[in-house]
């Protein structure tokens, strides 16, 4: 097998299928590093016009491909043995040997790559309660995020209800062609009990990126964050903005990092045990695992003499007069896409140390797509039952590590750092069998070599070639 590889000027590779499309797709590095100068000096109105012409030409995308996926066959269909072979008569001898023991449905079909990516459309970016049709761009988009960065077949599955019993039925009936499934974009408070109860009753991997990709990446960055500041988890004296999906999923993993003074705040202020206006079950819960002196007030109140700051709510939330009140070398994380808590620039203002946002046009973007593909591949590969805590706990740590020099810029590594699935697969998989959920255990040799063979096939992964627009071809490792 011959591997060849194209280095591009920016330092991705370069996809040779983009040669040719011409104004319907020009790829643009992501890996350059934007200082708070450039920004400050960058035109506003030039920006917004950028942005408008990213959706003009993402619409055109769009249309001309008639979406974003395509279903690539792995064997050979030129002839009526090939046909044979793949179809009938040829196929009843795998159905029979996976009737006789079902756990050869893994061996015999491509089960155990398969990942759904499942949404009601209700939660959709920063769109909202748009539907489930106007939701399956998103899902493609996510599909493709999959296949690229840890070779992972998704399918984008829409279910055209928002009652939790629907969704949660809709996945029990497809799971036995699923490897797993990926929660997408489904609203709380029924985000978090579709995903119990998925867990629970399915024996294949359920997650919900939105809470847990979410909360690994900033973990990781926070992880970094704090070597700068010289600080500890254990002291630490964090101070939320949002109880919702992503920040409840935050908490928990910040808990488990040995954090032991959370508060989350919401519209009505601080939550405790014993509040009253604005709660739920979620909440509810929350409350009885964060504030232990039961603080109450505003944001403004709360987030005095805290060290870190995270946001997952909506923009305009926190004032560069609140970030003075913290302690020395606050850290910002401002997660509301696409207008963060506070802008950057005006958290510079306020003192801050350190700042993260969800976008790209700043420096430490809290990305999901820097978790989700290889906490998939690694559970994947060892067919695990479930994700567990441990296993986010391992892949956000080796996120982390993927920035051994940190500084204040880069607390967090680029979605196209070299080896990053492949880093966080291994770290996921080694944790799904130390903590028994793993029902395949190769040998530590089989375990690496089936990371890197993944790794690979992600750099020779070829999207739709020019000469068919509408279809796939096989990748170039074929």
């Known amino acids: 097998i011959f591997f060849f590889f194209f280095q591009a000027e920016d330092g991705i590779r370069d996809p040779l299928w983009s040669r040719g499309l011409g104004d319907v797709y020009k790829r643009q590095s ?9 920004y400050m000096q960058t035109n506003e109105q030039t920006a917004k016009q950028s942005e408008k012409d990213t959706m003009a030409e993402s619409l055109k995308l769009h249309e001309k491909f008639k979406g974003k996926l395509a279903v690539v066959p792995k064997v050979p269909l030129e002839n009526s043995r090939d046909l044979a072979l ?3 008569p040829g196929v009843a001898e795998p159905c029979m040997h996976i ?29 909202g309660d748009i539907g489930p049709e106007a939701g399956l761009p998103v899902m493609e988009g996510k599909c493709i995020l999959f296949k690229h960065f840890a070779n992972i077949d998704a399918i984008p599955i829409m279910v055209s209800s928002k009652k ?29 009990e579709v995903e119990r109860r998925l867990r629970r009753e399915l024996d294949i991997p359920v997650m919900h990126d939105d809470q847990h990709g979410t909360a690994i990446v900033a973990v990781a960055g926070l992880t970094n964050a704090l070597k700068l500041a010289g600080k500890t988890f254990q002291e630490l004296k964090i101070v939320f903005s949002g109880a919702g999906a992503a920040g409840t999923a935050i908490t928990k993993m910040l808990l488990a990092k040995g954090v032991k003074n959370i508060i989350v705040t919401d519209r009505a202020g601080a939550i405790y045990t014993g509040r009253k206006e604005n709660m739920n079950p979620e909440k509810d819960d929350l409350a009885l695992i964060t504030n232990p002196n039961k603080e109450k007030g505003p944001l403004s109140e709360i987030i005095k003499g ?14 560069k007069e609140a970030i003075k009140t913290m302690n020395p070398k606050p ?3 401002a997660m509301a896409n696409p207008t963060p808590e506070i802008m950057p620039p005006e958290a510079k203002e306020g003192g801050a140390f350190i700042v993260a946002t969800g976008r790209s046009d700043f ?9 989700f593909p290889g906490v998939f591949r ?17 892949a956000s740590d080796a996120i982390a590590s993927m920035v051994p020099e940190p500084t204040v810029d880069k607390i967090i590594p680029s979605v196209f750092a070299p080896g990053l699935a492949n880093k966080v697969a291994e770290a996921v998989s080694k944790a799904a069998i130390a903590t028994n959920v793993a029902r395949f255990i190769p040998k530590p040799q089989t375990l690496i070599n089936l990371h890197y063979m993944n790794y690979m096939s992600c750099l020779l992964y070829t999207s739709p070639s020019p000469r068919d627009q509408r279809g796939s071809r096989m990748p170039s490792s074929a």
Request: charged share 20%; with cysteine; hydrophobic share 45%.
């Open 30 to 38: 992501t890996q350059s590093t934007w200082g708070l100068s450039s």
């Open 86 to 88: 793949a179809y009938t």
């Open 99 to 127: 009737h006789k023991n079902k756990d050869d449905v893994y061996k015999y079909t491509n089960r155990g790559n398969v990942v759904a990516v499942l949404s009601d459309g209700t939660s959709v970016l920063g769109l």
């Open 164 to 192: 939790i019993d629907d969704i949660v039925l809709a996945a029990k009936l497809i799971a036995p062609g699923l490897g797993g499934i990926n929660l997408e974009d489904i609203a709380a408070p029924a985000c978090f």
């Open 306 to 319: 805290a060290d870190v700051f995270i946001g997952v709510s909506g923009p305009g939330t926190l004032k």
């Open 331 to 333: 850290i910002i994380f």
């Open 363 to 371: 420096p430490n973007q809290i990305n999901n797509c820097l978790a």
């Open 378 to 394: 690694g559970a994947l590969d060892v067919r695990a039952k479930d994700i567990n805590e441990e296993m986010k706990l391992a």
